[in-house]
């Protein structure tokens, strides 16, 4: 790909980026631990996924391989049941050849396509081809339907094609109906047991180059300032003009601002001899009371309000190579311009920050990286903010103006496969390896009084360590450790087998094999073994870090919020860290969830270390969390700030990011980096000012709320709620006699009905008139509901098996065991779908095999509803009903207006997480 270098003219720069073409990119494909990697070139980087598997007999939730071996070109996928799929690569060729197919009946692969492709990007599958949603559409499935080709096409024309099985149904999604801004590709093909083998084609290029000596407009994205091009703004730069005069407008910007007075690290004076905080020359925490403080050097009060990616150079840069062609302008390597390009020697050609370039233009000098530094601390201390968040390399420029930063250990031990960026504590050589990293990079800030803590990672995924470890190969100390734990528990194979449903000879036959996990002993047995991996995990970092440093307080791993809910992970890491840091992307709080992880780490204060909102319509980049206008993008930070601070054990927060993200993607994702409004200032170095007028009001009065007991602000916006309520209960009558499932009320209890109204909407904008009544009775074989659902577009469900969920129908929560433990579902909690289109349609989620459901459904006679009855057998549940018996419960009603995708749900007690998370499930009671 050609890249642009040595031209030191700027219209000479213009010509040259007019007539540049898009270039035919290589793609290239190969086998990973996780899936299929696709270099996309100029479109970036892909996965497909491995097949997941389907077996006969309706309603399986698709399988994972249980066991992966890949060697170069060819894979070898095992799964549950002894089936086998052999992958190979054959230039632009794959195929995939099942083996011993038993029952397998289907398979399915995804690819996740970038958000970003929503601006110009197209699809293409068989000869329906369109646009990917700029805006979220109506249902978030945009096409389904059977072909043999599928193609994607970037802004930039970009092309990737996919030859695959004729006779393959597709779906392309949009998956902002879940507030997870992605598309993503599925695709279903039937396996044929006359002919096991499948072929694929791969295929990447371009679409036809623009006329040589043509400056193309149509593909420009982005304007010689950083800015979209065609998007206008409040406070878009229109001229060089405008940025120079910036310095003196913006002086007396600042020079307005009164902030009020604090202590020399931002702590709240006097606060230590009230409180009786410890002065200890370090930042520290105690507990006065119920209440959590983080305590200054100086041993006053000190709410962390820090800011990720403090500086520039990181979110702020983009990566050009293979799309220089979308840029109006692109600076000089040479002069001082050549100060925009990223300083490391591989990606200075590829990366470059038009923040940078901007400040070049509005103070008419390269850009020094410590000056610019320096100049957003003052800024950012007017505005309240009192420290330096994660992601930064400002640490020296901190020290010299006195402003507190965290740190981050130097963990770069890589990942065990299938865990993302967690590393084995059972390899003896990565501990040496740790070891002697900590012994160059800590003792050099180990008395240094401006540190606040140390992270440990960031948005591990702990949550997939019980299935991955399981499928590794004997090569990695973490699977032997495993093999020890299970010889020691069960000593005999025999028990071994009957316990995990497995049949091998020895225990050293489980080293390189894949274990399925379809018991609840093997569910019970990861459980315990997840405890251990923890234990030595946590032990093995802070054994080691307190060898350097005796110091500094250990603030945790960044946690998401689904990774955190996890009773053993938080009470093994609340045992070990100090402050435990979780990335709490949210709109409304929800304090009961938050509360419940506090208990869980044994009451260890919390720091909520990454969020921010965005106004896409009033900036330059695009949206994530998104709200109508900056004033309310700074309302929003207040209510989460405010509503932190006053929970008594979230002692700090930190702002995801300093400057917005670039508007083509920040560069270490390459083509398709994350480019939302992140920033508190733009691309041309202005202010948010009011989004930042709404932030000060409560980085000003933090004290009030942590010292005073102030009540937090509250956003008027009902996004930003949260609506669990207090547990329901609901009672099942025993049944008056024999049961017959058609909809009918013959041999029901009299109990009235309980109501599911509108507003107890968790997913979607609206309920388009959705509510709902139920019903629930019992007898010695079965638990049965009868549910009249109100819907003026009603029995819309083309869905199948695990998707049931996606359009009209039920879903159905109940657990008999530890009423009181919230967190993951257990191995015995099931989640029951009910399709309300036709009598028959049913799956159990998370069920090793499929029960027998029996189902029924049936309009109501004003053709504005319908209603479900089922007969759930208890055997399907592992319960035996007795009178008086307590289960957890819940019901969900799902709405589609065609079928196709589900456009809201509403559930009786719980939340839009309950499939997830049983902390929100409500109570049924067996009674006579």
Not at 474 to 503: Q, S
Request: glycine share 10%; net charge neutral; proline share 5%.
């Amino acid at each position: 790909m050609r890249i642009l270098k040595n031209l030191t003219m700027c219209t000479s720069l213009f010509a040259a980026v007019g007539m540049l073409s898009v270039q035919a990119s290589a793609l290239d494909f190969k086998f990973s631990d996780k899936g299929i990697e696709i270099n996309g070139g100029a479109m970036g980087n892909f996965e497909l996924s491995y097949p997941k598997i389907s077996l006969r007999g309706g309603g399986d939730k698709p399988k994972d391989p249980i066991e992966k071996k890949v060697n170069g070109g060819k894979a070898v996928l095992k799964y549950e049941g002894g089936i086998q799929a052999d992958l190979e690569k054959s230039g632009d060729n794959l195929s995939i050849t099942f083996s011993n197919p038993g029952d397998l009946e289907k398979y399915r692969m995804e690819m996740m396509i970038p958000f970003n492709f929503n601006d110009g990007g197209k699809w293409k599958v068989g000869d329906k081809e369109g646009e990917f949603p700029k805006e979220k559409p109506p249902k978030p499935q945009f096409y389904q339907g059977n072909a043999n080709s599928v193609q994607i096409t970037s802004d930039t024309g970009q092309v990737m094609s996919f030859k695959v099985p004729e006779y393959t149904y597709h779906q392309l999604q949009d998956n902002r109906e879940w507030n997870w801004k992605i598309f993503v590709w599925i695709m279903f093909a039937n396996f044929n047991n006359d002919n096991p083998k499948s072929e694929f084609t791969i295929k990447g290029g371009a679409a036809a180059p623009s006329i040589p000596g043509q400056k193309d407009t149509s593909i420009l994205k982005v304007d010689k300032f950083g800015q979209a091009f065609k998007k206008d703004f409040p406070d878009k730069v229109k001229s060089e003009e405008e940025l120079k005069k910036d310095v003196e407008t913006e002086k007396a910007y600042y020079d307005s601002l009164k902030v009020p007075a604090m202590d020399a690290l931002g702590g709240f004076p006097g606060s230590g001899e009230k409180l009786g905080l410890k002065k200890t020359g370090f930042f520290h925490v105690e507990k006065k009371g119920e209440k959590w403080f983080l305590a200054d050097p100086e041993g006053n009060a000190f709410f962390h309000l820090g800011i990720c990616s403090f500086g520039a150079g990181g979110e702020d840069s983009t990566y050009i190579e293979g799309r220089e062609n979308i840029y109006e302008w692109l600076p000089p390597h040479d002069g001082s311009f050549g100060s925009a390009w990223h300083p490391d020697k591989w990606w200075n050609p590829r990366a470059v920050s038009f923040y940078k370039a901007n400040v070049v233009r509005k103070y008419g000098e390269a850009f020094n990286d410590a000056v610019n530094t320096k100049r957003l601390i003052e800024r950012v201390k007017k505005f309240g903010f009192n420290s330096v968040g994660a992601f930064s390399g400002s640490a020296g420029v901190a020290k010299q103006e006195k402003f507190p930063y965290v740190a981050h250990l130097p963990l770069y031990l890589g990942e065990v496969p299938g865990i993302r960026g967690v590393f084995d504590p059972f390899d003896e050589g990565l501990l040496k390896k740790m070891d002697e990293s900590f012994s160059k990079s800590i003792p050099g800030s180990a008395d240094e009084p401006l540190v606040i803590g140390y992270f440990l990672a960031n948005e591990q995924g702990w949550e997939d360590l019980p299935r991955a470890v399981p499928a590794l190969p004997g090569k990695h100390p973490c699977k032997l450790k495993l093999v020890e734990m299970l010889k020691n528990k069960y000593k005999d194979i025999a028990a071994f087998n009957t316990a995990w449903g497995m049949t091998v000879a020895s225990f050293d036959d489980l080293k390189e094999q894949g274990l399925p996990l379809k018991t609840k002993a093997s569910f019970e047995d990861m459980q315990t073994y997840n405890e251990l991996f923890l234990e030595a995990y946590y032990k093995a970092i802070v054994d080691t870090f307190r060898k350097y440093d005796k110091n500094h307080m250990l603030i945790g791993n960044r946690w998401q919020p689904g990774t955190a809910n996890s009773e053993v992970l938080c009470r093994v890491a609340g045992k070990y860290m100090d402050i435990i840091s979780i990335n709490y992307y949210t709109s409304g709080i929800d304090a009961a969830f938050i509360r419940r992880l506090y208990e869980w780490t044994g009451k260890k204060p919390q720091m909520w270390s990454e969020f921010y909102f965005t106004a896409e319509k009033e900036s330059n980049a695009g949206a994530g969390n998104d709200v109508i206008s900056q004033k309310e993008r700074g309302e929003a930070y207040r209510y989460y700030v405010e509503g932190a601070a006053a929970l008594g054990f979230v002692v700090g927060i930190e702002w995801f990011t300093m400057l917005d993200q670039a508007v083509t993607g920040r560069f270490f994702e390459k083509q398709n980096g994350e480019r939302a409004n992140t920033g508190i200032f733009n691309v041309a170095d202005r202010p948010y000012k009011n989004c930042v007028a709404e932030m000060m009001k409560t980085n000003y009065g933090i004290y009030d709320v942590v010292l005073n007991g102030k009540a937090p602000y509250i956003y008027d916006n009902p996004r930003f709620s949260v609506k669990a309520k207090a547990s329901r209960d609901v009672q099942a009558g025993k049944a008056l006699g024999p049961m017959k499932i058609d909809c009918q009320i013959e041999n029901w209890p009299g109990r009235p009905p309980t109501m599911i109204s509108g507003e107890r909407l968790v997913i979607g904008r609206e309920n388009f008139g959705v509510e709902a009544a139920f019903k629930a009775c019992w007898d010695d074989k079965n638990l049965y509901l009868l549910v009249n659902i109100t819907d003026p577009t009603p029995m819309k469900n083309e869905q199948k098996d695990d998707s049931l969920w996606n359009s009209d129908g039920i879903e159905i929560f109940i657990g008999g065991e530890k009423l009181d433990q919230a967190g993951p579902l257990l191995f015995t909690d099931r989640q029951i779908l009910i399709g309300g289109g036709k009598s028959g349609q049913f799956c159990v989620v998370n069920a090793s095999t499929q029960p027998q459901i029996e189902t029924a459904v049936a309009p109501s006679v004003d053709g504005k509803g319908y209603t479900i009855e089922a007969a759930i057998p208890w055997s399907a549940l592992d319960i035996k009903p007795k009178e008086g018996m307590e289960l957890l419960f819940d019901i969900g009603v799902d709405d589609s207006a065609d079928g196709k995708g589900r456009r809201c749900q509403l559930m009786w007690n719980g939340i839009a997480r309950n499939s997830s998370d049983r902390g929100a499930w409500g109570r049924l009671k067996l009674v006579p």
